[in-house]
T-cell receptor, first 112, second 114 residues
Framework: QKEVEQDPGPLSVPEGAIVSLNCTYSNSAFQYFMWYRQYSRKGPELLMYTYSSGNKEDGRFTAQVDKSSKYISLFIRDSQPSDSATYLCAMSASDSWGKLQFGAGTQVVVTP | DGGITQSPKYLFRKEGQNVTLSCEQNLNHDAMYWYRQDPGQGLRLIYYSQIVNDFQKGDIAEGYSVSREKKESFPLTVTSAQKNPTAFYLC?????????????FGEGSRLTVL
């Protein structure tokens, strides 16, 4: 079983809809949770970073972490065609500095 | 502009040949990493280095080798011992002072074995 599970999609939504993405994990030592966005044939770029449980909002993006359920989410409001990309969740434990465990990535397509 | 430069972008190799992928960064980061990305599997860590002249194996190091002779450079050699080398390879770097989880990635090198 993988440490981090993520539905690969594709997830297709109309422009303006809310995109809901999630990952589950099995390692209770994970404390740092990230979402990366990757456009086709490019390297990933950090979108959101959260430490431990709670919510974090940045513009149209909201990240949620529920450590009790080992479940993290990313919501994209008012989605745009430019949001079409693969979204990767990633996480690490405090004693495995810098070594991230990535999900498989979910491909999102926002149609005009 | 600061960033990570990977070369070549595309590479074709015959079976049995070694190939070296270049990774250079001008972000003054101490730590550098190599990941492999395959469809449906996410990113898997091959090797990482926290400081010059030191590096550690990641989850899938077999068939790969690295060196870290300069802070700016972290080349990856895919050897003939790697059974399934066709993949998208990503180099990344990060600061070491704070564990923010922010890795800065290059644009990747796509290796195809013919």
């Amino acid at each position: 079983q993988k440490e981090v599970e993520q539905d690969p999609g594709p997830l297709s939504v109309p422009e303006g809809a809310i995109v809901s993405l999630n990952c589950t994990y099995s390692n209770s030592a994970f404390q740092y949770f990230m979402w990366y966005r990757q456009y086709s044939r490019k390297g990933p770029e950090l979108l959101m970073y959260t430490y431990s449980s709670g919510n974090k909002e940045d513009g149209r993006f909201t990240a949620q972490v529920d450590k009790s359920s080992k479940y993290i989410s990313l919501f994209i409001r008012d989605s745009q065609p430019s949001d079409s990309a693969t979204y990767l969740c990633a996480m690490s434990a405090s004693d495995s500095w810098g070594k991230l465990q990535f999900g498989a990535g979910t491909q999102v397509v926002v149609t005009p | 502009d600061g960033g990570i430069t990977q070369s070549p972008k595309y590479l074709f190799r015959k079976e049995g040949q070694n190939v070296t992928l270049s990774c250079e960064q001008n972000l003054n980061h101490d730590a550098m990493y190599w990941y492999r990305q395959d469809p449906g599997q996410g990113l898997r860590l091959i090797y990482y280095s926290q400081i010059v002249n030191d590096f550690q194996k990641g989850d899938i190091a077999e068939g790969y080798s690295v060196s870290r002779e300069k802070k700016e450079s972290f080349p990856l050699t895919v050897t003939s011992a790697q059974k399934n080398p066709t993949a998208f390879y990503l180099c990344a770097s990060s600061r070491t002072e704070v564990n923010t989880g922010e890795l800065f990635f290059g644009e990747g090198s796509r290796l195809t074995v013919l």
